[in-house]
């Protein structure tokens, strides 16, 4: 019995050889959630829908917005931009792209019951009018000038017009577009009937929490991949991630563990490829309620509602020790919520500062000598080492007087909890799509204002007027220079009231089996598209 698996495991490594059978399997870091492009904009979600469904513009791997479905585009004024459309594209059923199309899309996404945290709905929030000047031009005016539009609406996959209620659209009329009926549902997305994109790949097959299968799209636009067939298997723990590429069982893995790193580059059957990313992982207070739910027991004051209890929470903290032990080096500690050199960085901060007896001050002086308790919430499989992080913090408060019950969880879990505002302390990431910090502010710290899309993953509730001064010119200052200034002066402040608590910057690594090879990309997506055989 032995020797027959040894015999079929190495047919199966032999098969999916690159020049055996053009087969590619990676196993990702994350679940996806749903196939519904406007679902949730998870990383691995995004993931998926960049297989199968395109955008007006898309991103480069390192970050540069290029031509997708435009060909390119232009500003008529501060509040109207046009889209010429490329020809010649086909869906994945045949059917051809056209400028309406486009309107659908941007109806769908204000139409999603199922989204998560206005993921989408926020970048079309803005939009006054979408017009069809043409079948292969697309009009958009925005209620007030958006300086990063192109960016937005890079984030929106574009899906057939058939799949949203018949009649003629009309974006301007109301919420349902001037049409009445059933918008198509994640579901339909999931089962595999409404998947239908322009992308390289076509869905075969979905199951959340199970492998997804593709297929390449032969009449895709743009340059044909590789591969005629894609598996996605989300395989969560590190472990057993490395385990199936040296078994043969992947050809290509997300997020090797950081202490195997060294060994695998000495490994000459495996290749290791890296990316810098913006991707900062953070901490998240609940400033809002009083009681809030995990801090005190749930009852009396809550103290993350002082910046100074904030401040010492932050000081405690040795991000240089923990990049350096619990990170091995594969990260950057942070100094600000983007990396520095950014639009709207602030120029030369060093590493926030670590200094326990200034926090146990700032405890004392806030009225908490003797500390306080809470509830630590984080994942243990989303990012990297996530739970080995927040056992670090954990001990790292606890050294301050904070008395620290952390509770890790499943991302499925984490992510669906975190929606419904349960935590008061939580450990998160976000990668920003634009080398500026506008879209972390406006997303993370803007007080929530869904018919702005603002705030939409302010979990914590902060709400200061003097921060959303400055980010509210910012977000309509068409200058970048102005823009700049403004969002430097938005950041000062949050880094002085510490509602979100920046960590470190992690850096994206993948592993392949020989004769595999990925670049990488800065917004830590796995592309088979960009997977190239040696």
Known sequence: ??????????????????????????????????????????????????????????????????????????????????????????????????????????????????????????????????????????????????????????????????????????????????????????????????????????????????????????????????????????????????????????????????????????????????????????????????????VQGGSGPNPLQDARVRQALSLAIDRKAVVSRVMDDVAVAASQFLPDGMAGTIPGLPVLPYDPARAKALLAEAGYPDGFSLTFHATNNRYVNDARIAQAITQYWQRIGVKVELETVPSASFFTRRARREFSVAMGGWSADAAETLLFLQLWLATPDASRGLGGSNYGGWSDAEFDKPLHEALTLMDPAARAAKLQEAGRLALDRMPVLPLHFESATWASRRGFRYPGRVDQTTLASEVTAE
Not at 15 to 22: G, I, K
Not at 119 to 141: I, Q
Not at 236 to 262: F, Q, S, V
């Open 1 to 294: 019995m032995r020797r027959l698996a040894i015999a079929l495991l190495a047919a199966s490594a032999a098969l999916s050889t690159p020049a055996a059978a053009q087969n590619l399997r990676i196993a990702m870091a994350g679940e996806t959630t749903s196939a519904d492009p406007h679902q949730y904009g998870l990383t691995p979600n995004t993931t998926l829908q960049s297989h199968i469904f395109n955008s007006l513009m898309e991103t480069a791997p390192d970050l540069s917005l290029q031509p997708g479905l435009a060909i390119r585009w232009e500003r008529e004024s501060d509040t109207s931009w046009l889209f010429h459309l490329r020809p010649g594209v086909t869906f994945h059923d045949g059917s051809a792209f056209t400028a309406e199309d486009v309107v659908a899309s941007f109806c769908r996404v204000r139409n999603n019951k199922g989204e998560v945290t206005q993921s989408f709905s926020r970048y079309a929030r803005g939009l006054e009018r979408v017009e069809t000047p043409d079948a292969m031009t697309v009009r958009v005016v925005t209620s007030a000038p958006a300086p990063l539009l192109p960016r937005d609406l890079s984030n929106i996959a574009i899906i057939p017009r058939k799949l949203v209620p018949p009649g003629k659209l009309d974006f301007q009329a109301n919420q349902q577009c001037g049409v009445q009926g059933s918008w198509p549902t994640a579901q339909q997305f999931n089962e595999g009937s409404a998947a239908i994109g322009t992308g390289p790949f076509r869905l075969v097959s979905y199951a959340r929490g199970g492998t997804i299968e593709l297929a390449r799209f032969d009449g895709y636009w743009g340059q044909k991949p590789h591969w005629a067939t894609v598996r996605l298997t989300p395989v969560t723990a590190a472990g057993p991630r490395m385990a199936g590429l040296l078994a043969g069982d992947h050809d290509l893995i997300e997020a090797p563990n950081t202490a195997d790193l060294a060994r695998l580059r000495q490994n000459s059957s495996i290749r290791v490829s890296a990316a810098p990313t913006t991707r900062l992982i953070f901490l998240q207070f609940d400033t809002a309620r009083s009681p809030s739910p995990f």
